[in-house]
């Protein structure tokens, strides 16, 4: 059963394991569309499953200190998958929309897809998962 950790506490807990993820994400999905010229769907979304799996990990035990539970994991791989479409649709949507391919649009590219999930990431785990028994 996960502890009671506080709302703020949890936020900031989350923020900054969410930092840590995106830079995880972010890093790779760079050096993959960047460095190895792979699309850039491609790149994000294994940007996207490194960072969310590293996320997991670190929310579960850490953010809502919460026991390892078989049915805790499969809600969070089914919210991940959710995520992972939103995610990576909004990236791809604004890497078309920019005129040229340009690093700091997919920077921006990247901060609104992210902002987008770590949003809905939060609200669905604080309220739902981490409450599971």
Not at 22 to 40: E, I, K, N, R, S
Not at 63 to 79: D, H, I, K, N, Q
């Given at each position: 059963?996960?502890?009671d950790?506080?709302?703020?506490?949890?936020?900031?807990?989350?923020?900054?394991?969410g930092?840590?993820?995106?830079v995880?994400?972010?890093?790779?999905t760079?050096l993959?569309?960047?460095?190895?010229?792979?699309?850039?769907?491609?790149?994000?979304?294994?940007?996207?499953?490194l960072?969310?799996?590293?996320?997991?990990l670190?929310?579960?035990?850490?953010?809502?200190?919460?026991e390892p539970?078989?049915?805790?994991?499969?809600?969070?791989m089914l919210?991940?998958?959710?995520?992972?479409?939103?995610?990576?649709?909004?990236?791809?949507?604004f890497?078309?929309?920019?005129?040229?391919d340009?690093?700091?649009?997919?920077?921006?590219?990247?901060?609104?897809?992210?902002?987008?999930?770590?949003?809905?990431?939060f609200?669905?785990?604080?309220?739902?998962?981490?409450?599971?028994?």
């Amino acid at each position: 059963m996960a502890d009671d950790v506080g709302l703020r506490t949890a936020i900031i807990r989350f923020v900054v394991t969410g930092a840590g993820s995106a830079v995880l994400d972010f890093g790779l999905t760079m050096l993959l569309q960047y460095g190895l010229h792979w699309d850039p769907a491609y790149a994000k979304a294994l940007g996207f499953v490194l960072g969310t799996t590293t996320a997991y990990l670190i929310n579960r035990r850490w953010t809502f200190r919460a026991e390892p539970s078989a049915a805790r994991f499969v809600a969070v791989m089914l919210l991940y998958l959710a995520t992972f479409a939103v995610q990576v649709g909004i990236y791809a949507a604004f890497e078309n929309l920019w005129a040229t391919d340009n690093k700091l649009m997919s920077a921006v590219s990247f901060a609104i897809a992210q902002g987008t999930a770590t949003v809905v990431n939060f609200v669905v785990q604080r309220a739902v998962i981490f409450k599971m028994k």
